[in-house]
């Protein structure tokens, strides 16, 4: 049965072994068809709105402005572009910063050929692809961090601050001195980036610990 798809796209890849391979992928399977290719997210910007492709696909790492930096701008050129950031880069900062930016599918160069045409795909009928790897770290960053960075003993003056309970009384009742509770609170501050009582009890609370 032949395909109805017919998707029109362009790839922003600096590296012209990957895209030539990239081109020859999505021009020999059907419904698909590359319209544009650009070395630069300048060459993009200058003559996207000659080719009009349904879907991006965009590198991070190009020479002048970057894949992230470059995704508001084309999509200020085009605001219903479908752009997918094609990378090697797994590091959970980029992916959030290229979803924020505007991207709506963020793949790992190096996925089978199976795998990209398949997100192409996915995005021109509405969806947003994601390497599985991608979408573990972006399922993860919904979960409530339930797993502290303090020892036990620190968690014990950090329950008893949430209470209002003050250094003698805390030392007292842990049956160690002020001067070691002053200590602990310390690092718990450290640990936390915090600089007082409340700022870490508020953040302990949201973390969910306490």
Not at 10 to 28: G, H, P, R
Not at 128 to 148: G, Y
């Amino acid at each position: 049965m032949k395909s109805t798809l017919n998707i029109k796209i362009c790839i922003v890849e600096d590296d012209a072994l990957i895209l030539k391979s990239l081109q020859q992928v999505l021009n020999n399977a059907e419904g698909f068809s590359v319209t544009g290719t650009f070395f630069s997210a300048e060459a993009a910007l200058e003559n996207l709105k000659d080719h009009h492709p349904d879907v991006l696909l965009l590198d991070i790492d190009l020479p002048g402005i970057s894949g992230i930096d470059a995704i508001s701008k084309l999509k200020k050129l085009q605001p219903e572009l479908n752009i997918v950031m094609l990378t090697v880069h797994e590091e959970s900062q980029l992916v959030f910063s290229a979803l924020h930016n505007g991207a709506v599918g963020y793949l790992v160069k190096g996925s089978n050929s199976k795998y990209l045409l398949q997100g192409i795909r996915e995005v021109f009928e509405g969806g947003a692809p994601m390497s599985p790897s991608i979408a573990r770290q972006v399922i993860a960053s919904f979960k409530p961090q339930t797993e502290t960075i303090l020892s036990n003993r620190e968690m014990e003056v950090l329950q008893k601050l949430s209470n209002g309970t003050n250094n003698k009384q805390i030392a007292e009742d842990l049956f160690v001195s002020t001067n070691t509770i002053k200590a602990h609170i310390k690092n718990i501050y450290k640990k936390l980036h915090v600089n007082s009582r409340a700022e870490a009890v508020s953040k302990a609370m949201k973390k969910g610990w306490i």
